[in-house]
């Protein structure tokens, strides 16, 4: 059964602070994606990753950055918390092969 | 430009009615498309794909390339499929699924 896992349900935050958001994978999947899901708008994707130390920018990347420094793990980094990052955030996992993907159980973060 | 639309916002029928869920896209070539499903208080789950023309909780899905519809249907809606559905589209480049706004299915009795 493949395994998700975001280090966090529930996050709050102030404005300014620099946020961390933890996935890890136990697939060794290639691929991992951050989503963000908003009422009314979706699941949008801010940044995928398809390898180790490789990033590239989704449809709305701006004040977010990732690190992918082993396989397993993904993470999301605000540099500058706003309240209007408020949102759901979702990881996902893919194998390459097929674009199925497998998503955590997401990260509420609210920036106060 | 790749897109995957979805109509309704909510859609609220009675136990034992049929349901359809809209999805339309736009792609140029052969799409993957899918259906995610995510039950209150849990995580967004696969529900079906088209390319393994199967039927997962009695839904079905059938891609109209004439249409450049992937609408999800049920015969006869329980309580127990209220939830948020999603409708998703791989892209060109095959590196991601573009979602779209989701729908959300309300079954009463």
């Known amino acids: 059964d493949v395994k998700v896992t975001q280090s966090s349900r529930y996050l709050v935050k102030r404005t300014g602070e620099k946020v961390f958001l933890e996935c890890v994978q136990d697939m060794d999947h290639e691929n991992m994606f951050w989503y963000r899901q908003d009422p009314g708008l979706g699941l949008r994707l801010i940044y995928f990753s398809y390898d180790v130390k490789m990033k590239e920018k989704g449809d709305i990347p701006e004040g977010y950055s990732v690190s992918r420094e082993k396989k397993e793990r993904f993470s999301l980094i605000l540099e500058s918390a706003s309240t209007n990052q408020t949102s759901m955030y979702l990881c996902?996992?893919?194998?390459?092969?097929?674009?199925?993907?497998?998503f955590g159980q997401g990260t509420r973060l609210t920036v106060v | 430009a790749q897109r995957v639309t979805q109509p309704e916002k909510l859609l609220s029928v009675f136990k034992g009615a049929p349901v359809e869920l809209k999805c339309n896209y736009s792609?140029?070539?052969?799409?993957?498309l899918f259906w995610y499903v995510q039950y209150s208080r849990q995580r967004l789950q696969l529900l079906l794909r088209?390319?393994s023309r199967e039927s997962i909780k009695g839904f079905t899905a059938d891609l109209n390339k004439g249409e450049t519809s992937f609408h999800l249907k049920k015969p006869f809606a329980q309580e127990e499929d209220s939830a948020m559905y999603y409708c998703a589209l791989e892209n060109q480049a095959g590196t991601a699924l573009i979602f779209g706004k989701g729908t959300t299915l309300s079954v009463s009795s």
């Open positions: 996902a996992s893919s194998s390459g092969m097929t674009a199925e993907a497998f």
């Open positions: 088209h390319i």
């Open positions: 792609y140029s070539g052969s799409p993957e």
